[in-house]
């Protein structure tokens, strides 16, 4: 608890004077809502004793409605500044947690799913707003008022019936230990169900092409009931507690104004005390009402923004696993790359290695094919020359014969292009989703890397051209539009390295040829490589490597290669035969 305590406090401290603006309006309201029942009993008791005149009790309403005014005005203020602060807190977790989460490595995003993150930025924010805003309020103002309203139930009527009214209360305070445990526990496991509930959701929208392709709806509208129905249940859970407290709470707080009323009674006709008394007592018992209501309500709030602190301190609390180690001199690459016995194994499957003992050399300008079989390592290489993951040696891969951890890791990402296999295109216009990563691209510079990627006669085709919107992930667009869209925005980028994971599977041949003629033009003396599966692809390219098995097994140009009679010659046959097969079909449907 004490790192929620913590984390929490150190974004209240930066509107600390807005949290004693707020105090200070609290407290001057519960001094005068504390003070009101003394003119009451002020009025009574002067009419009792007929000591009192009309113009005297007229000042004293005059006096009550003065104090009503400020109180109206000090509640507002207690509002303005507490919620005020309350929403700015929010807002720079808000901020700060997703700043963090740009920090964090790919290891973190596998093994935490979309859904569940959504859920921390949406609910637990809120309940942990709550507890800055309103919990504070509701527990401060208890505290306050509690206190105030005791010292004059002791000091001005009796501190004998003050007893007998709180006796029963104690219980309260009791019940609100057990309270709080169990609120804890029930919001924690309905904040996993939400999370659970939202991550469902978030996938099966994404995936309804998937759903609709496979005619899966009912089994998807089952899974999704399933944890709806989990979510409910976690929710009923809480509002049970709830239920069960807050009925039990008036029931405690009724046999107190009934104890009060006995005793307070005999006092009064006794003459032990004074009928203004005992109508000021009640006046305050019923104020002490709220306080201690609040004390509940405070319990619940605060241990269900604990229980969002703790889940939200997670994330905080999470450290990337690529940390930025860079040499500062270092503010450009050329384009030369080594890789130097690369051995790389996932977490959790060590026993597997992605890849194992590659070595190979890149000059400047040059271009490396890379071909295998699926599974054969060839993201994973270029995701470790991104350094999305890291190897275990530092020296396993070099740019410009420094180590990769020396290269800073802005100067890294910055000076490679990257277009990966699952080509991602934001809700945006066509022309912001090619600029993404320039600033201040023009027209001119967005559709000439249009036209390099052949992509440019396609989206003047589109109804509003360059501002045509698409759709999430770029639905509304086909494979072969959203893979130059992307081979687009990197070309824009004019980095030093351009690498393309199997960027061209889904354009046709007579396309692939003409990005491939582009990009020799444009890519003279800049470093390209390209993972293909067909050998029409990467037959141009300076350097082959073969992979198999995360093994190196071939390394050369096209013609060294098909002079081995080894894997790329058996690779090249087999999609010449396909292809005779194609030509010859096509000329028999002719």
Known sequence: MNREVKLAGHYVKRYWLWYVLGIVSLTAVDALVVYLPKITGQIVGGLEKNTVAMDQILRLLIRMVSIAALVALGRFGWRFFFFGASRSVERDLRNDLFGHLETLSMRYFNEHKTGDLMAHFTSDLQSIRQLLGMTIITAFDATVELILVLTNMITYVDWRLTLVALTPLLLIIIGDIFFGKAMHRRFMEKQEAFSALTDQTQESISGIRVIKAFVQERKELYAFAKASLRCKDKNLAVARLVSTVFPLLDLVIGVSMMLTLLYGGKLAIDGEIGLDQFVVFNTYLTMLVWPLIAVGEAVSSISQGLASLKRVRRIHDAKPDIVDEGDPAVTSLSGAIELDGLSFAYPGAEAHPAL?????????????????????????????????????????????????????????????????????????TVARNIAFGVEQAGQEEVEEAAKQACVHDNILEFPEGYETLVGERGVTVSGGQKQRTSIARALLKDAPILILDDALSAVDTDTEEQILHNLRETRRGRTTIIIAHRVSTIQQADHIAVLEDGRLAEYGTHDELLALQGIYRGIYDKQQLEKQLREEGGELHD
């Open 356 to 428: 194992t003992d590659v070595s190979l050399r890149v000059a400047p300008g040059e271009t490396l094919a890379i071909i295998g079989r699926t599974g054969a390592g060839k993201t994973t290489l270029v995701n470790l020359i991104e350094r999305l993951w890291d190897t275990e040696r530092r020296d396993m891969i070099r740019f410009d014969g420094r180590s990769i951890r020396e290269i800073p890791l802005s100067v890294l990402h910055r000076d490679i292009a990257y277009v990966p296999q699952d080509n991602f295109l934001f809700s945006d």
